[in-house]
């Protein structure tokens, strides 16, 4: 526990509670950071209301007797995120079982410091399971807006229903996050789960294809520093729809490699020019201490994002790093991808994940997983989507096999995975993944060049993106054309492959029973659009006991 953490006083009475990629960046001065473009990007209420919540509340981490809360205070017009400029402000914050915020449970004071970007988190304990809570902070005689929270049921609760948003890959330069409001619109999540790219490190105009930026990135220049990642994730802070989100539901998040840079591995990324732009570990712990700063996640093992939840006897939830610890990517063909000194997970995070799901007890095994596990071959594509499918993968133009950025590209990890599922009999594992800007519905094959007369060991969901480039940004056609040449092909290739969309912006809303789990694939009509609207596309479940992927017709 931080310093920024204060123990809460809870008005719970404790004996009805459960215990418990390229631009070469030229590093800008401090100076620059606080230039007129980055003020002027602020609210303007940022120079006359001071202290001020500019950049919303939110809670995350969901546990059975508490939840994680965060929000930024800007205590004077100059503390703008990455400054390093204000005063120790004081925040107190409340939780109450009403929206009005009358019947107090929790309450408590935490200080706001230049050190930690004026981010302060407040880790509540002592609430009842499965319970919707409000929440609110104040400083200075200023309120923050309330929002809505939620804790997870009781370890051994019978829980009848989950129900969780899934997003990925959220590029504020190429459109509105209009997922994020529809999805608070709901109000009927348990959480929502964010699988990674929350940001992305690139400067204006420089990731993409695309011929306009639709808004452009605060700061401009590719973000490298401290000061940079900080300012960026202040900047993706302000928006209403994201905003909207976390004030309704906890998020469960996990990086992939845009919260640091491209294709990121533990010692150095694509994106990633030594000397240019200063040595690796220093970007590398610039990014994880804004990511801790900005997120309401609890900080794991080492500083890293892998952890594990659960939600009754109904699932739990396996969470994955796979960028702190993963060796380096090779070239496609080299046959390195086989070598079994190579690792995405890393030992101990895969030692980690076997031993969870072994000795998981509920019905469900969920892995939040931020690249895609489920083998992909191209197939025989034509060369005009050839080239752009392969730069949306970072494969090479001439298109083989495989993507090393995924588990293809480390494919002894995912052989001692999967054959751990087999051999332990442990059914109902869902992979549910981003990265890639597309949707899937797969199997999980133990042998991808026999299926499927072999063996299923999982099934997986991928979720689209929110809204950066996919298949038919990049060929600049019309939604929904690639698709329909590009996915007989490459279901053709891969048969483990239920479903594929190449082209649409959006998310997924999975849902639980105890008899199955399943996916809701949703759209936007427009990603440029602020107000664009959403429709259902498809649905895929995966029934209990089974390991197969199967379409289902109707949304839940």
Known sequence: MTSRYRSSESTDSADTLSPRRRTVVKAAAATAVLAGPLVAALPARAAADSPAFLHGVASGDPLPDGILLWTRVTPTAEAIPGSGLGPDTPVDWIVARDKALTDIVAKGTVTATAAFDHTVKADVRGLRPATDYWFRFSAGGTDSPAARTRTAPAPDAAVADLRFGVVSCANWEAGYFSAYRHLAARGDLTAWLHLGDYIYEYGTGAYGTRDTVVRPHVPAHEIVTLADYRTRHGRYKTDPDLQALHATAPVIAIWDDHEFANDAWSGGAENHTEGAEGTWAARQAAAKQAYFEWMPVRTATAGTTYRRLRFGKLADLSLLDLRSFRSQQVSVGNGSVDDPDRTLTGRAQLDWLKAGLK???????????????????????TADLLGPLAELLGLPKEGLAFNTDQWDGYTDDRRELLAHLRSNAI????????????????????????YPLSASAATEFV?????????????????????????????AANRHVHWVDTD?????VLDITADRAQMDYYVLSDRTK???????????????????VERTYDPV
């Open 359 to 381: 000795a998981s007890d509920t019905t469900w095994r969920l892995i939040g997983n931020s690249v895609m596990i489920s083998p992909f071959a191209i197939g025989s594509l």
């Open 427 to 450: 059914r109902n594992t869902v992979f549910l993944t981003g990265d890639i800007h597309m949707a899937w519905a797969n199997d999980v094959p133990v042998d991808a060049g026999t």
């Open 463 to 491: 979720v689209t993106s929110v809204t950066s480039d996919n298949l038919d940004d990049l060929v600049k056609t019309p939604e929904g054309a690639i698709s329909a040449v590009a996915a007989p092909i490459i279901r």
């Open 504 to 508: 649409r912006h959006g998310y997924g």
């Open 530 to 548: 602020p107000n664009a609207t959403s429709s259902w596309a498809r649905s895929y479940r995966t029934r209990s006991g089974t390991q197969k």
